[in-house]
């Protein structure tokens, strides 16, 4: 369902889906942006959260730079899938999990402590749903950030993928963002009140979480949008089996064409051949389509192969969960 929007709620979306202020008061940073004041910026927000137009404010982090994680895809009869989705759902380390239309059918995320935990979810998953998982892994990254502006334009310059550097992650990053993973509490204070979960200072809060954006290890800090209230309701997720030694070039070009929202290179697995996914989010079918047709129109004569695979059902989405992880840089 789309929730109508007024001018200032659209802003106080669009404008902080990243760089929400790291001071020691952002809801009276932001509010003073917009002629609004404090009280009534964390009661928009509030409602926002409770219409289920956004998920949280809070950080978007580069995969594997904390812990391990895999996108994985398995083969489940259409009558057995609300049965196998509760199961992949209810996995802690599960943060997505859609139904796509394609005989490999069921997508979902996992981010573990490390590789080891990583092995075993997949294995646990496969063991209790009965069905083979594919391991996806993720193997370059050309533009990671499912920001969707809701005026037009992009979040960000989308021909720079700026890769995290590791040797800014601390050894206490994984329960700093783990105090924050359900997003900034909606209160006056809230880097005060996610430093006093961990037993640090809020300026301390403040200044890591700062460094680890500057680092690209958080790839945005802000609000995260459930694209469908919006009306971008179209999800697709076009792949191509192309040749290795053409596939970084290729991604790049796919990472700077207009509504594309993710672009990687991932491993291909057993009778799935795909190595190149784009991610499409569109206001309509149609337009997601014409999305993927264009970006079917530059791989041609490099493509052996190429689906679409538009999203059903989602399951489960929430922001990948570092409470328990250690960093695995």
């Not at 889906?17 to 809801?27: C, D, E, M």
């Not at 880097?191 to 954006?213: K, P, S, T």
């Not at 190595?275 to 047709?293: E, G, I, P």
Request: with cysteine; aromatic share 6%.
């Amino acid at each position: 369902m789309t929730h109508p929007l007024s001018p200032i709620d659209t802003i106080l979306i669009d404008r902080f889906q990243r760089g929400f202020p790291l001071v020691r008061a952002p809801f009276a940073t932001v509010g003073g942006l917009v002629g609004l004041g404090e009280a009534e910026t964390i009661c928009r927000y509030r409602h926002f959260v409770d219409a289920g137009v956004i998920t949280r404010i809070g950080a978007v982090v580069a995969p594997n730079v904390l812990g391990a994680s895999t996108l994985a895809a398995m083969n489940v009869p259409p009558g057995d899938l609300e049965r196998v989705a509760a199961i992949v759902s209810a996995d802690r380390h599960v943060n997505h999990n859609y139904e796509r239309e394609n005989a490999l059918n069921l997508w979902f995320v996992v981010t573990a402590p490390g590789e080891t935990e990583l092995q075993a979810t997949l294995r646990d998953i496969s063991r209790a749903t009965g069905y083979a998982v594919r391991d996806l892994r993720l193997e370059e990254a050309f533009h990671l950030d499912l920001g969707f502006p809701l005026e037009g334009g992009t979040l960000e310059d989308r021909a720079v993928m700026r890769q995290p550097r590791l040797e800014a992650v601390d050894e206490g990053d994984s329960a700093l963002l783990g105090s924050i993973e359900d997003g900034l509490a909606l209160v006056p204070r809230p880097y005060r009140e996610a430093a006093g979960r961990i037993g640090r200072h809020e300026i301390d809060v403040i200044g890591r979480l700062a460094a680890l954006a500057e680092a690209h290890v958080i790839r945005r800090f802000g609000v995260v949008v459930r694209h469908r209230a919006v009306g971008i309701c179209a999800n697709a997720m076009a792949v191509w089996d192309v040749p290795d030694d053409r596939a970084s070039a290729l991604g790049r070009r796919f990472a700077g064409e207009p509504g594309v929202t993710l672009c990687y290179r991932r491993r291909r697995a057993g009778d799935w051949p795909f190595n190149l996914y784009c991610m499409v989010h569109a206001r309509s079918r149609d337009d997601a389509a014409a999305v993927t047709a264009r970006l079917d129109a530059i791989a041609d004569g490099f493509a052996r192969d190429h689906t679409v695979l538009f999203s059903r059902r989602c399951f489960k989405q929430t922001g990948a969960r570092f409470s328990e992880t250690r960093s695995a840089a």
